[in-house]
């Protein structure tokens, strides 16, 4: 399937903010299926004093949810590229209807799946599930993605 280094052409993520470590099954323009491996050397854990507690090294739903839609990322990407439409960065609008079933902790491997409901212009409607194993960890019932022109991104503008 891609691995990292194939993944970074397709998607305009790059340390530390790829959250995705490797493609494990693709149905071309329908579904994807992700793995992200959490370690504790994860840039969020970089402040956490020796000795905090387990709860403290919980992974930020806010990067699950990044991580999930980074699959879909990758899923459209390769619908645009193949179109010859690229002509901009994907970013994660809207999403609704979530629900996290369980923590996730360094040493865990989220496995995310994730399905193209309808593609519209400049924009794709996904729904998804992200597991560790076989336990469900948190639902995506809708997310919207949008195509931005680079020229309107103002990446690490102060």
Do not use: N
Not at 69 to 86: F, S
Not at 101 to 112: I, Q, W
Request: aromatic share 8%; hydrophobic share 40%; glycine share 10%.
């Amino acid at each position: 399937m891609l691995e990292y280094a194939d993944i970074r052409g397709v998607i305009p993520h790059a340390h530390p903010m790829l959250l995705v470590d490797r493609v494990v099954e693709w149905e071309p323009y329908d579904r994807i299926v992700t793995l992200k491996a959490v370690t504790g050397s994860e840039p969020c854990y970089a402040g956490l004093a020796p000795g905090a507690p387990r709860r403290a090294f919980a992974y930020p739903p806010s990067l699950l949810m990044e991580s999930w839609g980074q699959g879909g990322a990758i899923l459209w990407m390769r619908r645009v590229d193949e179109r010859g439409e690229r002509g901009g960065a994907p970013i994660l609008a809207a999403s609704r209807d979530m629900t996290f079933h369980r923590e996730v902790f360094p040493g865990d491997t989220l496995r995310h799946v994730v399905r193209v409901d309808q593609y519209s212009g400049s924009s794709v409607i996904m729904s998804g599930e992200s597991y560790v194993g076989d336990d469900l960890v948190a639902e995506i019932g809708y997310a919207i993605a949008v195509l931005r022109p680079a020229e309107e991104l103002t990446w690490g503008a102060a």
